[in-house]
């Protein structure tokens, strides 16, 4: 009996991208942690986007959500996570967590996650995705400067875009005692930094490890100062 197209195996187009992704994008560029590419291979991306932004969910750029926010790229989420050495049972911050997708990535390699946004149109995408695929993500709303005083102290703190400096109330809510922190870091040029900080008695120790490309937040932005 001759085949027809309903007997025919249904390829999962996005299966095999999230494969590629890894494979090309995250596994050469030094990512080695097994629960990292596990989560980013099973999660799928496109679904925290818009469904118009489907094509671009495994891209190797940063994804322009609208009004100067961005899905992260993923080489660069996956290794701020695996300098944070996220550790089963741990409390971690997601601060403009966006859609969620860095949430539930961090979520799937142990830790207690919340999420804060402020954006109100992510934060209904976040909501449906982390409903979703990570629903053990608590995802709030608040401002991104206040981080979330509530849970404090976080085991790892994790800012997922760039930002001139961390912000006070931020730094503030890292564990005193093995606190590791993520961010990279807006230069005066194109190329920013991303650092892992740790809480001292003199305040945050930040050190650089790679060069990226990370938009800056735009709420995290310096006010504009006036010239007379």
């Not at 991306?45 to 926010?69: K, M």
Request: glycine share 8%.
């Amino acid at each position: 009996m001759a085949s027809t197209a309903d007997d025919l195996p249904v390829l999962d187009h996005h299966a095999d991208a999230r494969k590629r992704m890894v494979d090309s994008q995250i596994r050469p560029n030094k990512v080695t942690d097994p629960r990292i590419l596990a989560a980013m291979r099973f999660l799928p991306r496109e679904r925290f986007l818009p469904t118009s932004l489907d094509a671009l969910a495994y891209s190797d750029e940063d994804v322009p959500l609208g009004n100067g926010r961005f899905l992260m790229e993923p080489m660069v989420l996956a290794r701020l996570l695996q300098m944070a050495e996220p550790r089963e049972g741990e409390r971690a911050l997601v601060v403009a967590a966006g859609t969620g997708y860095g949430a539930a990535v961090l979520s799937q390699c142990g830790p207690r996650v919340t999420a804060v946004e402020e954006d109100p149109r992510l934060l209904a995408l976040a909501r449906d995705a982390l409903g979703a695929e990570a629903p053990g993500v608590d995802l709030v709303a608040g401002k991104l400067d206040a981080g979330w005083p509530a849970g404090a102290p976080y085991d790892v703190i994790l800012i997922e875009g760039a930002v001139r400096e961390i912000p006070a109330a931020v730094a503030k809510q890292l564990k005193t005692e093995g606190g590791r922190l993520v961010a990279v870091i807006a230069g005066p040029g194109r190329t920013n930094q991303a650092v892992l900080a740790e809480a001292t008695s003199f305040g945050l120790r930040a050190q650089p490890v790679f060069d990226c490309a990370t938009p800056s937040l735009p709420s995290l932005l310096p006010a504009p100062e006036f010239v007379f």
